[in-house]
């Protein structure tokens, strides 16, 4: 598995973000996204998931003995960001249900798997009784229900306590496919293999 960036630029009228960013990732590395904030770590996190398009310049993904890119990157990744969507109105173990449908993907025992996450107990409470720490920690649940080979991660480690940043920890460590970044955090840089360094 090789993640490829080549030559991606953004732009917004009368403002270059980034220009010509260009690396590749192999299989178990961590790529880190840094730079002062409206660097453009977030728009950068999503050219790389296909959330959004780049101005110029190609993503792609070497996988399974193919190359992808575009919009077939999506169904390969794993996404915790601070502006991803939750159901509010539905229950923890409901957005598990809603999502695993989405994916056709597999989950353990519900229980199992919100206690795994330090959510013990709290499956069947609605979304929007849940605190910033804990709708964090439901977006990690999403992320790896489908084991992704491409997992995605914008602040990482935002809104939670030093036992969420554990197992936050332990998720970065553990993947064995390719880890993106975005960050600030000190803490977070170590995880590196490879960097890239925004808004010099």
């Known amino acids: 598995m090789k993640l490829i960036l080549d030559k991606v630029t953004q732009k917004f009228p ?5 220009h010509d960013i260009s690396i590749e990732v192999e299989k178990g590395e961590k790529l880190v996204i840094t730079g002062p904030n409206g660097s453009g770590k977030t728009t950068l996190a999503k ?3 296909s959330l959004i398009r780049p101005s110029s310049g190609l993503v792609k993904v070497e996988i399974g003995g193919k190359t992808i890119c575009g919009s077939e990157i999506i169904s390969h990744i ?3 960001a601070p502006d991803l969507f939750l159901y509010d109105e539905l229950t923890g173990a409901e957005n598990i249900a809603f999502f695993t449908s989405v994916i056709d993907g597999q989950t353990e025992n519900t229980a199992s798997l919100f206690g795994r996450y330090g959510l013990e107990g709290r499956e069947n409470d ?5 605190s910033s720490g804990m709708k964090q920690r439901l ?6 229900l489908r084991k992704p080979p491409l997992l995605i991660l914008d602040e990482p480690t935002a809104n939670l306590d030093e036992d969420g940043k554990d197992i936050v920890r332990d998720i970065i460590t553990k993947h064995d496919g390719i880890t993106v970044i975005a960050t600030n ?3 977070d840089l170590g995880y590196a293999d490879k ?3 925004l808004g010099r």
């Open 14 to 18: 009368g403002r270059k973000i980034f």
């Open 47 to 49: 050219i790389i998931g």
């Open 78 to 80: 794993g996404l915790v």
């Open 126 to 130: 609605l979304v929007r009784s849940y």
């Open 139 to 144: 977006k990690y649940i999403l992320a790896m």
């Open 185 to 187: 955090e000190q803490a």
């Open 195 to 197: 960097t890239i360094v």
